[in-house]
C-alpha cells in the first residue's frame, strides 16, 4: 500500500488560533479524503480533496473553518481555523487510487490536536 | 443518505475462541465492503474487503461474507489472539464513492 505521512503528528494550540496539518503520499493517487475522529469514536468524512480545484465538503463542516488544498496528485493540507476546545480531536487523512482500487482507502497515522 | 449500523459496541473473548462482528448497510447501491482494525493511538489498517459479486472471502484467520439480499456482512475472526484486541470499524461505499463507517467494536481477546 501506499506509504502516507501526516505532519505534525500531535500538536496543542491555543483556542482562535488554526493549524494547517499537511499528508504527503509517496506516490500518485487519485482521490485524497481528511477525515475527523473523535476520542472512542467512529470515523466522520470532512471533505474530499479535489486537485485542482475546491474541495467537496460534508454536511456539517464548511471552507471558512476547514480550508483545504490539493496542489498535486501527491500532496493536501488541511487547515482548522480559529480553532476551539470542540476541535481536540485526531486528523486522518486517506488516499484512493492511483496503483490501487479507485475505492479502497488507506489512512495517514493521523494529527492529534488538542485546542486549550 | 447511507447509513451503516454496527454491532456490537463491544466483544470480549477467550484467546483461541471465534469472534463475529456484524454490520447492515442502508444503500442497495453499495457494492464495496472494507474492514478496517484500529489499534490503540494508530492509524485505521484495512484488514480485508469484499465486493458485491462475491458472498464471502477469507485470509488466513479472517473471513468477510455478505449477503446483499438483506444488506449486511460480518467479519469472522477465527482462533482469537490477544493481538486481535483493537477497534474494528466496517465500511461500506456510496454512490458518491465515499466510504461510510460503522460504529465500531472493541474487541478484546484475554488470553
Wanted: charged share 20%; proline share 6%.
Amino acid at each position: 500500500s501506499a506509504v502516507i505521512s501526516q505532519k505534525p503528528s500531535r500538536d496543542i494550540c491555543q483556542r482562535g488560533t488554526s493549524l494547517t496539518i499537511q499528508c504527503q503520499v509517496d506516490s500518485q493517487v487519485t482521490m485524497m479524503f481528511w477525515y475527523r475522529q473523535q476520542p472512542g469514536q467512529s470515523l466522520t468524512l470532512i471533505a474530499t480533496a479535489n486537485q485542482g480545484s475546491e474541495a467537496t465538503y460534508e454536511s456539517g463542516f464548511v471552507i471558512d473553518k476547514f480550508p483545504i488544498s490539493r496542489p498535486n496528485l501527491t500532496f493536501s493540507t488541511l487547515t482548522v481555523s480559529n480553532m476551539s476546545p470542540e476541535d481536540s480531536s485526531i486528523y486522518l487523512c486517506s488516499v484512493a487510487g492511483g496503483a490501487h482500487p479507485p475505492d479502497t482507502q488507506y489512512f495517514g497515522p493521523g494529527t492529534r490536536l488538542t485546542v486549550l | 443518505g447511507e447509513n451503516v449500523e454496527q454491532h456490537p459496541s463491544t466483544l470480549s473473548v477467550q484467546e483461541g475462541d471465534s469472534a463475529v462482528i456484524k454490520c447492515t448497510y442502508s444503500d442497495s447501491a453499495s457494492n464495496y465492503f472494507p474492514w478496517y482494525k484500529q489499534e490503540l493511538g494508530k492509524r485505521p489498517q484495512l484488514i480485508i474487503d469484499i465486493r458485491s459479486n462475491v458472498g464471502e472471502k477469507k485470509d488466513q484467520r479472517i473471513a468477510v461474507t455478505l449477503n446483499k439480499t438483506a444488506k449486511h456482512f460480518s467479519l469472522h475472526i477465527t482462533e482469537t489472539q490477544p493481538e486481535d484486541s483493537a477497534v474494528y470499524f466496517c465500511a461500506a461505499n456510496n454512490q458518491g464513492g465515499k466510504l461510510i463507517f460503522g460504529q465500531g467494536t472493541e474487541l478484546s481477546v484475554k488470553p
